[in-house]
């Protein structure tokens, strides 16, 4: 079987783990502050970094530290995966999906407009396939509506946007590390802000609200006498994870290149298939995590069920959340309806074979002859 999605980790990633089995500590400690700081230089931002469990826990904590609580609506495109959605809820908040522009995927911010109401205090836009182009446009909305940005960046780690590394500038960025990520930790994630006092707040609320607790557990100790202030969470990252994820770190243009030439036969290959329509991004920039496209005149099904049966997988990133029972709408979202129903994500990992590739592209081609 091709796979949709992989990690690779090999036998750096094992000997770090073994190192710090050794030590004797896996809680979270000087491995995680290490992580942090090698994610910064990496992205070359000046920005804090919050090392987390997940980048679900990402999400619920930015907007936890945001003060956005049951009072509040925040605006979320539809097609995501439900993770998203479900860190809002946890925050307490009510998330209002948007429509998408469905050439690319992103929140449609025509669209978030009209679902704008006194309530709404954050706008929560997802790179979607890794792109993270028309971000411009919603921190102008975010900033004449007075919002605050959470950009779940789950796919876009390692990927451009506007010269600079997705999580050098913006309000606050949530990565994602889980298994099949660009790089992975095992699962983890990621929070970057440059605001001290939401920095402040991810700090403590990750480890149960203790405040000052981060800084001990860097140097292996604890505090046995402490204030808490607010709710806290156990979204920390342990040791084990955040030293699988330094070694992930170091490969990280290796995955890249790999990803890019997958990528790169695709396009080549499939863009002149009548049938298919594939996403209009700028992939130059991006640091690919899926490779969706549009499957036209209702033949996704019968595809994928086709390449099933040549031992590829796909899959479908995604189904509308506002079509599911948690978060059923009163409205419709015509975009994400025709984009769920069209989508069909290619194998893309960095351990495809040339062989693999060319499979999956004749596959395809068979099937529209
Ligand atoms: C993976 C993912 C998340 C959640 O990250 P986890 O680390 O799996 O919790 C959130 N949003 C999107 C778009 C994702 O792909």
């Not at 975010?142 to 913006?170: C, P, Q, T």
């Amino acid at each position: 079987m091709i796979k949709l999605s992989k990690s690779s980790v090999g036998k750096e990633e094992k000997a770090a783990l073994s190192r710090v089995i050794s030590n004797s500590y896996l809680g979270m400690g000087p491995e995680v502050e290490l992580f942090e700081k090698e994610l910064k230089d990496y992205i070359k931002t000046s920005k804090k970094v919050i090392a987390v469990s997940s980048g679900t826990a990402a999400l619920h904590l930015s907007l936890q530290a945001c003060d956005i609580n049951s009072n509040h609506e925040v605006l979320v495109p539809s097609i995501t995966y439900v993770a998203s959605f479900q860190a809002i809820t946890a925050s307490g908040a009510t998330p209002v999906p948007c429509d998408i522009d469905i050439d690319t995927g992103f929140i449609d911010i025509l669209d978030a407009k009209k679902r704008l109401s006194s309530k709404t205090r954050a706008i929560m836009p997802v790179h979607y396939a890794s792109n993270a182009d028309q971000m411009g446009k919603v921190y102008e909305f975010a900033k004449k509506n007075n919002l605050r940005v959470i950009e779940d960046a789950a796919h876009s780690f390692g990927s451009y946007f506007d010269k600079y590394m997705v999580g050098h500038k913006g309000d606050i960025i949530c990565f994602s590390f889980d298994g099949i990520k660009n790089i992975t930790c095992g699962e983890g994630g990621a929070i970057l802000t440059g605001d001290k006092k939401v920095f402040s707040k991810l700090r403590d609320i990750r480890l149960l609200g203790v405040k000052g607790d981060s800084a001990r557990r860097y140097s292996k100790t604890r505090s046995w006498q402490f204030d808490v202030e607010e709710q806290g969470w156990r979204y920390h990252l342990s040791d084990l994870f955040a030293a699988m994820g330094r070694e992930q770190l170091k490969k990280i243009d290796s995955f890249k290149d790999k990803r890019k030439k997958v990528v790169e036969s695709y396009i080549y290959n499939l863009k002149k298939i009548d049938g298919l329509q594939l996403l209009k991004i700028n992939y130059e920039n991006n640091h690919q995590h899926i490779f969706p496209l549009r499957v036209l005149n209702k033949q996704r099904d019968k595809l994928k069920k086709y390449l099933e049966e040549k031992s590829i997988q796909t899959g479908f990133h995604y189904q509308p959340n506002h079509l599911l029972s948690k978060f059923k709408t009163k409205y419709r979202l015509k975009n994400s309806e025709i984009f769920g129903e069209e989508i069909l994500s290619l194998p893309l990992h960095p351990e495809l074979t040339k062989k693999d590739i060319n499979h999956v592209i004749n596959s395809i081609k068979s099937f529209f002859d």
